[in-house]
């Protein structure tokens, strides 16, 4: 499995951003896809997930009513939208597909990684 992040910047707290990532390879549709974020000095940290059927989505807290994850089926493609971001949500963002449950918010539990894009909001 193959991963493309994209779609980073910066922008000014309380703007949005929406995060893309291609995917490809053999048999997606039995991996489920989050998208990770790690900030200068911090461990990396489960953002969402999302199967590929869309039916089953899980955040994390401190997103919750912000970010949207959505999955296209027929580009092979996950978004992250963020609406009303915040000067914390400033880190690098990860995709990547793992096996198992959308809600094991936990890197161990993901094999595959995309590099990642950075997301600078200012204040």
């Known amino acids: 499995v193959q991963l493309q992040a994209s779609g980073g910047g910066l922008v000014q707290a309380g703007g949005s951003l929406r995060l893309s990532c291609a995917a490809s390879g053999r048999t997606l549709s039995t991996y489920i896809m989050g998208w990770f974020r790690q900030a200068p000095g911090k461990e990396r940290e489960f953002v969402a997930a999302i199967n590929w059927s869309g039916g089953s989505t899980y955040y994390t807290d401190s997103v919750k009513g912000r970010f949207t994850i959505s999955s296209d089926n027929a580009k092979n493609t996950v978004y992250l939208q963020m609406n009303s971001l915040k000067p914390e949500d400033t880190a690098v963002y990860f995709c990547?597909?793992?096996?198992?449950?959308?809600?094991?918010?936990?890197?161990?539990?993901?094999?595959?990684w995309g590099q990642g894009t950075q997301v600078t909001v200012s204040s």
């Open positions: 990547a597909a793992g096996v198992g449950s959308v809600k094991i918010p936990i890197t161990h539990h993901y094999a595959y």
